[in-house]
Nanobody, 120 residues
Framework: QVQLVESGGGLVQPGGSLRLSCAAS????????MGWYRQVPGKQRELVAT???????NYAEAVKGRFTISRDNAKNTVYLQMNSLKPEDTAVYYC??????????????WGQGTQVTVSS
């Protein structure tokens, strides 16, 4: 079983910055992709950004140029640096990891979510 623990959410004014972190632990052979998703009440969870083990990144159009995803493979940790935050970025942000728990068993795990609120 793989557990993900997020941190770094909070309240920030428009134009401000926040950095989210997500650390994976448990039975991990290799993590292939780590990513951040977000969800607001009444809407589906949406992709924010993903990063592969090799460092390839993918971003939602709404956050390109403002958010940066990165990871530390040695620490099984992924980060999301969020700059120039807008009120529409307000959501619960979830971390996700996909990989191999053992050489033969794949996993997909989600974190518990961290609230990001952008408001003056």
């Amino acid at each position: 079983q793989v557990q993900l623990v997020e941190s770094g959410g909070g309240l920030v004014q428009p134009g401000g910055s926040l950095r989210l972190s997500c650390a994976a632990s448990g039975s991990i052979f290799r993590i292939r992709t780590m990513g951040w998703y977000r969800q607001v009440p009444g809407k589906q969870r949406e992709l924010v950004a993903t990063v592969t083990r090799e460092g390839s990144t993918n971003y939602a159009e709404a956050v390109k140029g403002r958010f940066t995803i990165s990871r530390d493979n040695a620490k099984n940790t992924v980060y999301l640096q969020m700059n120039s935050l807008k009120p529409e970025d307000t959501a619960v942000y979830y971390c996700r990891a996909d990989g191999l728990a053992t050489i033969l068993r794949e996993f997909t795990s989600w974190g518990q979510g961290t609230q990001v609120t952008v408001s003056s």
